[in-house]
């Protein structure tokens, strides 16, 4: 699944012993592999090919440059949220024309960005956001591409946060009003209205709720059509699993298999925006244990990684296997392994909030100040939502390709801290 692998006691990523980077750029430090990065983006290209689908990474899982760059190199488009990351995809040198843009609070500034990179589709969330669509793409002279953004509701059974395909949240429009939305805007001078947009939710662990999101949008499409609307293309988002050593999950393969047989032959566009399944297990973060201590009624595990540079498990109640980067054992990467003479502990930072921790409850062999610590799969959503609370610099990024590595971000310092507040 992914290329960290303990040889001779030590974790690698590719030819590397983790080691060696922490030993030079200290820790906390992510480190990514990039040919695993190529190759679950292989993967997917691969298992989807009959459809010869756009695959638009989706910046907000991963968004360091250096992977915006090696994802270009490899044909992708980027899937982005915000201005931000439209701007990031434009520093990578990504082909901007293969862009997609969601989100339901496009301001006008985003949205004139935007219409400047004549970008693939904005998939529109509202007939508000339409109607400033249209009215900021006649005022530039364009005609923007839009994707309608339909909310199946359908449950893709997975944490209430990362649900986004069901009529109680704030996503898309309401698929029983996407007809009406065609008649009121289908025809717009200055947005060319002719695809659907799908996403619901992250990560989701079967086909099933796809199948059922697509059987939907294809009967919305053929009304559509029937009414006049050239419907000609369908982006189904991203949320493909990932695997985290908890539950078994999906393939790309296994997807495929349930979701080319619905789009093959249906005159569509596909368009397919995953983050998750490619960069989850292309990262870990190294951390080092700061101290043992003995609380009341539980061990704990001090490490220099916090909850400031992983939120995942604090935010939701996320599992990562955390192991030692020099074992004896080469350990299952999974919830259910324990090893001989393994010690229950809650690894935690140094933030003050109990909701610090990289895990809970978790079965470690003996560990001492000074060991470093791998947390896996932790390339997705990982870095991307670190944050300075408690004045914490960000983390460095490194990238590892076969026996050679580079830094592609730098260890915050304390100047970057309050730069942004000087001179004022
Ligand atoms: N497309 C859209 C419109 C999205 O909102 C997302 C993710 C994706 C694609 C990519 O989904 P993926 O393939 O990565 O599952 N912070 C959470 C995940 C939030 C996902 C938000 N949207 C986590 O750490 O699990």
């Given at each position: 699944?992914?290329?960290?692998?303990?040889?001779?006691?030590?974790?690698?990523?590719?030819?590397?012993?983790?080691?060696?980077?922490?030993?030079?750029?200290?820790?906390?430090?992510?480190?990514?592999?990039?040919?695993?990065?190529?190759?679950?983006?292989?993967?997917?290209?691969?298992?989807?090919?009959?459809?010869?689908?756009l695959i638009c990474f989706?910046?907000?899982?991963?968004?360091?440059?250096?992977?915006?760059?090696?994802l270009a190199?490899?044909g992708s488009g980027f899937d982005?949220?915000?201005?931000?990351?439209?701007?990031?995809v434009?520093?990578?040198?990504g082909d901007v024309r293969k862009v997609v843009?969601?989100?339901?609070?496009?301001?006008?500034?985003?949205?004139?960005?935007?219409?400047?990179?004549?970008?693939a589709?904005?998939?529109?969330?509202?007939?508000?956001?339409?109607?400033?669509?249209?009215?900021?793409?006649?005022?530039?002279?364009?005609?923007?591409?839009?994707?309608?953004?339909?909310?199946?509701?359908?449950?893709?059974?997975?944490?209430?946060?990362?649900?986004?395909?069901?009529?109680?949240?704030?996503?898309?429009?309401?698929?029983?009003?996407?007809?009406?939305?065609?008649?009121?805007?289908?025809?717009?001078?200055?947005?060319?209205?002719?695809?659907?947009?799908?996403?619901?939710?992250?990560?989701?662990?079967?086909?099933?709720?796809?199948?059922?999101?697509?059987?939907?949008?294809?009967?919305?499409?053929?009304?559509?059509?029937?009414?006049?609307?050239?419907?000609?293309?369908?982006?189904?988002?991203?949320?493909?699993?990932?695997?985290?050593?908890?539950?078994?999950?999906?393939?790309?393969?296994?997807?495929?298999?349930?979701?080319?047989?619905?789009?093959?032959?249906?005159?569509?566009?596909?368009i397919?925006e995953?983050?998750?399944?490619?960069?989850?297990?292309?990262?870990?973060?190294?951390?080092?244990?700061?101290?043992?201590?003995?609380?009341?009624?539980?061990?704990?595990?001090?490490?220099?990684?916090?909850?400031?540079?992983?939120?995942?498990?604090?935010?939701?109640?996320?599992?990562?296997?955390?192991?030692?980067?020099?074992?004896?054992?080469?350990?299952?990467?999974?919830?259910?392994?324990?090893?001989?003479?393994?010690?229950?502990?809650?690894?935690?930072?140094?933030?003050?909030?109990?909701?610090?921790?990289?895990?809970?409850?978790?079965?470690?062999?003996?560990?001492?100040?000074?060991?470093?610590?791998?947390?896996?799969?932790?390339?997705?959503?990982?870095?991307?939502?670190?944050?300075?609370?408690?004045?914490?610099?960000?983390?460095?990024?490194?990238?590892?390709?076969?026996?050679?590595?580079?830094?592609?971000?730098?260890?915050?310092?304390?100047?970057?801290?309050?730069?942004?507040?000087?001179?004022?």
């Amino acid at each position: 699944m992914d290329r960290f692998e303990y040889r001779n006691g030590e974790l690698h990523c590719e030819d590397v012993p983790v080691r060696a980077i922490a030993d030079a750029v200290g820790t906390p430090v992510y480190i990514y592999s990039a040919n695993t990065l190529r190759d679950h983006y292989r993967r997917l290209v691969g298992a989807f090919a009959e459809l010869s689908p756009l695959i638009c990474f989706s910046v907000k899982s991963l968004a360091n440059l250096h992977v915006l760059k090696l994802l270009a190199a490899e044909g992708s488009g980027f899937d982005v949220v915000s201005g931000g990351e439209l701007f990031r995809v434009k520093s990578a040198g990504g082909d901007v024309r293969k862009v997609v843009y969601a989100g339901v609070g496009k301001t006008d500034a985003e949205i004139n960005a935007g219409l400047a990179a004549e970008i693939a589709y904005f998939n529109v969330e509202s007939e508000a956001e339409f109607e400033n669509l249209s009215r900021l793409a006649g005022a530039a002279g364009k005609v923007a591409h839009g994707a309608l953004r339909v909310n199946p509701d359908v449950d893709p059974k997975t944490h209430r946060y990362t649900t986004t395909g069901k009529k109680e949240t704030k996503f898309g429009v309401d698929i029983e009003r996407a007809e009406r939305f065609f008649f009121a805007y289908g025809k717009d001078p200055n947005v060319r209205l002719d695809a659907i947009h799908l996403h619901i939710g992250s990560p989701i662990y079967s086909a099933q709720p796809y199948v059922e999101a697509i059987n939907k949008t294809l009967a919305l499409i053929d009304r559509l059509r029937k009414g006049g609307y050239a419907v000609n293309c369908i982006d189904i988002g991203g949320g493909f699993a990932a695997d985290y050593g908890q539950t078994g999950s999906p393939t790309a393969a296994d997807y495929a298999a349930e979701i080319v047989p619905l789009l093959r032959g249906k005159g569509l566009r596909i368009i397919l925006e995953p983050g998750r399944t490619i960069g989850c297990n292309a990262g870990i973060l190294l951390t080092k244990v700061l101290y043992l201590k003995e609380g009341g009624e539980r061990k704990f595990c001090i490490t220099d990684g916090a909850m400031t540079d992983l939120i995942r498990p604090a935010l939701y109640d996320a599992f990562h296997f955390i192991w030692p980067a020099k074992s004896a054992i080469v350990p299952q990467r999974s919830a259910e392994f324990v090893a001989d003479g393994a010690m229950k502990m809650d690894i935690v930072g140094g933030v003050c909030e109990s909701s610090d921790f990289l895990a809970k409850e978790r079965m470690l062999p003996p560990v001492q100040r000074g060991d470093l610590l791998a947390v896996f799969s932790a390339g997705a959503y990982g870095f991307v939502m670190s944050s300075q609370y408690n004045a914490r610099p960000r983390v460095a990024e490194v990238l590892v390709e076969g026996s050679k590595w580079r830094p592609i971000r730098r260890r915050e310092t304390y100047d970057d801290l309050i730069a942004a507040e000087q001179g004022l």
